[in-house]
């Protein structure tokens, strides 16, 4: 069985859209397009290194669709992303001209492509398909970038239908910048307690 490990940078209000550049997606009137790049520093950049190693992707169709415009360019920077397969979460597209991408429809392929035999499965962006995976206790991982910032309007890596869970800490860092680079593995179920008890 796949693992599903979801990467993403986030700021403090939660907020994961366009953390890259300003163009990338100004979709609901974002303004903030590349808010992470003024935080990175060595420590980060080797960090990113190490997640960009090949791996089996998994992505929204947003996501992908931002993705397939600009990772084929620049194959120097990631050349895991063009080689590795990539399966889409869409119902309304079943192509593309770029190379090892699958298209999968719905909840039930998800699960099927989890049990699969094969890499694991990192989930880059894709905000939707995040809120689909963990409403449905599909996630096994969490790889978070926490940044020192607030942004207020924005796509969240979090909504309020996420399954009740824990997560032990794996792994942690902070950058001279002060990004928080904090690994998370399912853990169990939530236990509720008394303070002082």
Excluded: C
Excluded at 1 to 17: A, E, N, P, T, Y
Excluded at 88 to 111: G, M
């Amino acid at each position: 069985m796949r693992k599903i490990i979801v990467l993403s940078m986030v700021s403090l209000d939660g907020v994961l859209q366009a953390p890259g550049g300003r163009d990338e997606d100004a979709s609901g009137g974002f303004r903030f397009g590349g808010w992470t790049v003024p935080f990175t520093d060595d420590i980060y950049r080797q960090a990113v290194q190490r997640e960009l190693q090949p791996a089996a992707y998994l992505l929204g169709r947003k996501t992908f669709e931002i993705w397939e415009k600009y990772w084929p360019k620049h194959n120097d920077f990631w050349p895991a992303i063009n080689q590795g397969q990539k399966y889409v979460l869409s119902t309304t597209r079943n192509k593309s001209d770029w190379q090892n991408s699958v298209f999968i429809e719905d909840l039930e392929d998800l699960k099927r492509l989890k049990k699969s035999l094969g890499k694991d499965l990192h989930v880059w962006g894709s905000s939707e398909l995040v809120h689909l995976l963990l409403a449905h206790d599909l996630v096994d991982e969490l790889r978070l970038k926490i940044y020192p910032v607030l942004l207020g309007k924005g796509k969240k890596l979090f909504d309020t239908d996420a399954h009740p869970a824990t997560f032990t800490l794996t792994d942690s860092t902070v950058t001279k910048t002060g990004v928080i680079l904090a690994n998370y593995k399912r853990a169990g179920t939530v236990k509720t307690g008394k303070v002082g008890a």
